[in-house]
């Protein structure tokens, strides 16, 4: 079977500093992957150099058998910003960023048909924020802007969807209600890659887990991954401020 | 003098009637392109690239080419200077700005004063909507409606554009092209507004349009209709006030929007007023809807 996405010793270079170092990595279709690692431990860097917005100095990507640039024409790869990178002053409702999805299969005006408009109704319905569509984005909450923003994603019809800290200002309740949204979509053999600080949402939303410093410290099942001496390897600490640190439900501390 | 006659008498005039039309045209294509720049983020862009066209507007009036073939050519060089100066990471992009529009505005200037010419080109510094000819009106009008119909054709593509680019750019459009795109109307509309206020305020209708649609409402398509309404009325009531008062007429263009601009920042849903309402509103606010501070435990 095509892996969903295969990493192939992809390094990045800003300047002098090194973000990524000879990662490699493969996920199978139809997985949640949960990426974790503190801060500049280079996930959002992964995540970019898997879109292509940055450029690897070495290795290569190839999402479903394609190069990047081949799979973003085709709408397989799905985005969901950050937080803080989203403008929510932005003059746009929720159903006009749900839109945004379709864009890549319109014409050169991006006018919606018929049968656009039925999937971004769709996907408003899916991720339960029909009620919601027409309100300005920034009068959301920070768990049901995550959703429109997936909602997005599902009205593309991406096969891999990458979410960059998704839980990041996000209550519980929100916290659960995506990571339920994830899991369908994973389901339907979607292929779900999040970047997350969130030890505690892991077991939950992921499949499996990549610790990330640098390079890949670790790949495997969630709960081999939460071991505390795993855990310090990927964070650069000595085992026993892990341990103490995180506990035995797997509980994170500030890095 | 009846009011209507206050309306009329300056239509007696061709060079009004002139006037009043170039006016409308620059207010509303200016209003429409400051809708995304505001957004963008671009209000400094649209400074510069409307000063670094003068070079480029003097040389294609001394070659005889349209003027609006000089301001790309220069709009685009100044993109690109702009680019290369800032490209070693020591000097910052507002800095890299200031430099390279001012100094293509400077080498206008030196071009003017060494330029023979019937016509006045200090005009096109200061703007003089009064003596615009009927061949400058056609061509205002067709740069005009080129702008205008690309802004509204790509409207979708541009409001991604600024919204998300790395969503646009992750569907397989080119946020660069997108941009190059916007800066490429920002030149011609340029052209267009220099003729009503001149080089130096151009900014003026490349940004209080949009800003102050902005505080109006929350819909993008709304803006679109908003920011040209505004602006052209604001136009219009300064041309006609710099006519009954003898005011400099680009001088009052502005102004007037500057004014409203002034009053709908008080007074609007996101003006100042409404902030203070909305303040209060908040505080009784459905805490449902509110996230909370995230309270997990993190890495």
């Known amino acids: 079977m095509t892996p969903a996405l295969e990493v192939e010793h992809v390094t990045v270079r800003y ?34 150099a898997v879109t292509g917005t940055v450029r690897p100095g070495a290795g290569r990507v190839r999402v479903l058998g394609d190069d990047p640039a081949r799979a973003r024409r085709r709408g397989a790869i799905a985005y969901v910003p950050q937080q803080e990178a989203v403008d929510v002053t ?66 593309q019809e991406a096969d891999l969807l990458l979410l960059d800290e998704p839980f990041a200002g996000v209550d519980k309740g929100s916290e659960a209600t995506v990571v339920r949204l994830l899991r369908e979509l994973a389901a339907d053999g979607r292929t779900v890659l999040v970047s997350t600080h969130d030890l505690h949402a892991l077991p939950d939303l992921a499949d499996e887990a990549v610790l990330l410093r640098r390079s890949v410290v670790f790949h495997g099942p969630v709960p081999e991954a939460l071991r505390p001496e795993t855990l310090a390897g990927a964070l650069g600490l000595a085992t026993g401020t892990v341990a103490s640190r995180t506990g035995a439900a797997g509980e994170g501390a500030a890095a | 003098m009846s009011p209507l006659d206050l309306l009329l008498e300056p239509l007696g005039y061709e060079f009004m009637v002139r006037a009043l039309a170039t006016t409308v045209l620059a207010a509303v294509v200016c209003a429409l392109l400051s809708c995304w720049l505001v957004l963008v983020g ?49 000097v910052k ?145 300064g041309l006609y006030l710099s006519y009954w008062y003898d005011l400099a007429s680009g001088g009052m263009v502005v102004l007037v929007q500057g004014v409203v601009f002034g009053v709908v920042h008080l007074l609007a849903p996101h003006g100042v007023l409404g902030r203070r309402r909305a303040g209060r509103a908040a505080a009784v606010a459905d805490e449902a809807t509110t996230a909370r501070p995230e309270a997990a435990p993190v890495v």
């Open chain 1, 15 to 48: 300047g002098d500093v090194l973000a990524l170092d000879d990662v490699s990595l493969r996920l199978a279709p139809g997985r949640v992957c949960g990426l974790v690692g503190v801060n500049g431990a280079g996930k959002s860097t992964l995540l970019q």
């Open chain 1, 90 to 155: 932005f003059p746009v409702s929720v159903r006009d960023v749900v839109a945004m999805g379709r864009y890549g299969r319109l014409g050169p005006t991006r006018r919606l048909r018929a049968a656009d408009h039925a999937a971004v109704d769709a996907a408003l319905e899916r991720v339960g924020l029909t009620a919601l569509a027409d309100r300005q984005v920034g009068r959301l909450s920070g768990g049901q802007r995550r959703r429109a923003f997936v909602a997005r994603g599902i009205a």
């Open chain 2, 93 to 237: 992009e507002d800095a890299a700005i200031g430099i390279v529009f001012t100094t293509l505005f400077a080498l206008g200037l030196v071009l003017v004063s060494v330029t023979p010419s019937d016509t006045d080109l200090n005009h096109i510094v200061f703007g003089n909507v009064l003596g615009v000819s009927t061949s400058d009106l056609v061509q205002v009008a067709v740069l005009a409606a080129v702008a205008a119909a690309t802004l509204l054709l790509k409207r979708r593509d541009l409001v991604l554009f600024a919204f998300d680019p790395t969503h646009a750019h992750a569907i397989g459009l080119s946020p660069r092209r997108l941009g190059a795109l916007l800066l490429g109307v920002l030149a011609v509309t340029a052209v267009v507004a220099l003729q009503v206020v001149g080089v130096v305020l151009v900014v003026a209708m490349l940004v209080i349009p949009g800003a102050t649609a902005c505080l109006l409402t929350d819909r993008f398509g709304r803006m679109l209709v908003l920011a040209p309404v505004l602006s052209a009325t604001s136009a219009v009531v």
């Open chain 2, 42 to 90: 671009w209000s400094l862009m649209g400074d510069a690239v409307s000063h670094a066209v003068l070079p480029g507007v003097v040389l294609a009036y001394v070659v005889g080419a349209p003027f609006a073939v000089g301001a790309l050519v220069f709009g685009l060089l100044a993109v690109v200077l702009v680019g290369a100066v800032r490209g070693g990471g020591r």
